[in-house]
């Protein structure tokens, strides 16, 4: 067990609709990151947070973003679902931000739009 | 732009024999470099990772691996290969994004250890 845990594990919509994942990092973790991974693409790094502030962007689409709260839970959400947005969304966590540590990764949540 | 390559989809070996995942990095400057393993339906887990230091890395369940800056690598290693150890096998290399840290992924090797 990591001690990251996310919710859903599983999750099935349709297309056009929005959906929230949502991530609880590791106790003292500060960084949160956001993959995603498909078979046709790998893992791709979305967007990560900081201390409640966003901190780097990859390869996010205009469609999805993201916000870490207070309590250092995040949310990805995900709005105009279209099928190719199926994949299995990782939620990761880490002590720092600047100073690389390993991350630890949730058990993902896998989408399917159907 | 960071990167690393794992030029093989899919590595087998029996059990008993060593095995060998390999991983290739592209970084200016010095790497941080990352290994990952993923289970069936179950997230990354870090294996081990080389920041300075000794270019043998020691990690979690027997792996290990070695840095080699002449031939840009990081391949993974282990002397005697588990069926348990069929996985797919992430390398990684940090990658600064304005100024803070990701992962940046290679694509992933597949090892299938037959019994």
């Known amino acids: 067990d990591s001690g990251v845990t996310q919710t859903p594990k599983h999750l099935i919509t349709a297309t056009g609709q929005r959906v929230t994942l949502r991530c609880s990092p590791r106790?003292?973790?500060?960084?949160v990151y956001w993959y995603q991974q498909s078979l046709d693409q790998g893992l791709q790094f979305l967007i990560q947070?900081?201390?409640?502030?966003?901190?780097a962007k990859g390869n996010i689409l205009e469609r999805f973003s993201a916000q870490q709260f207070p309590d250092l839970h995040s949310e990805l959400n995900l709005s105009s679902l279209e099928l190719g947005d199926s994949a299995l969304y990782f939620c990761?966590?880490?002590?720092?931000?600047?100073?690389?540590?390993?991350?630890?990764f949730g058990q993902g949540t896998r989408l399917t739009v159907v | 732009a960071q990167s690393v390559a794992q030029p093989e989809d899919q590595v087998n070996v029996a059990e008993g024999n060593p095995l060998t995942v390999k991983c290739t990095y592209s970084v200016s400057g010095n790497p941080y470099l990352f290994w990952y393993v993923q289970y069936p339906n179950r997230g990354l887990q870090f294996l081990l990772k080389y920041i300075t230091g000794d270019n043998l890395v020691k990690g979690s369940y027997g792996f290990e691996a070695e840095f080699n800056k002449s031939q840009t690598s990081f391949h993974l290693k282990k002397p005697s290969a588990l069926v348990s150890d069929s996985a797919l096998y992430f390398c990684?290399?940090?990658?600064?994004?304005?100024?803070?840290?990701?992962?940046?992924f290679g694509k992933g090797t597949m090892l299938l250890v037959s019994p």
């Open positions: 990761a966590s880490s002590v720092g931000g600047q100073s690389y540590t390993e991350a630890f």
């Open positions: 990684a290399v940090r990658t600064l994004n304005s100024g803070y840290s990701t992962l940046t």
């Open positions: 106790s003292g973790d500060l960084s």
């Open positions: 947070y900081y201390n409640g502030e966003e901190r």
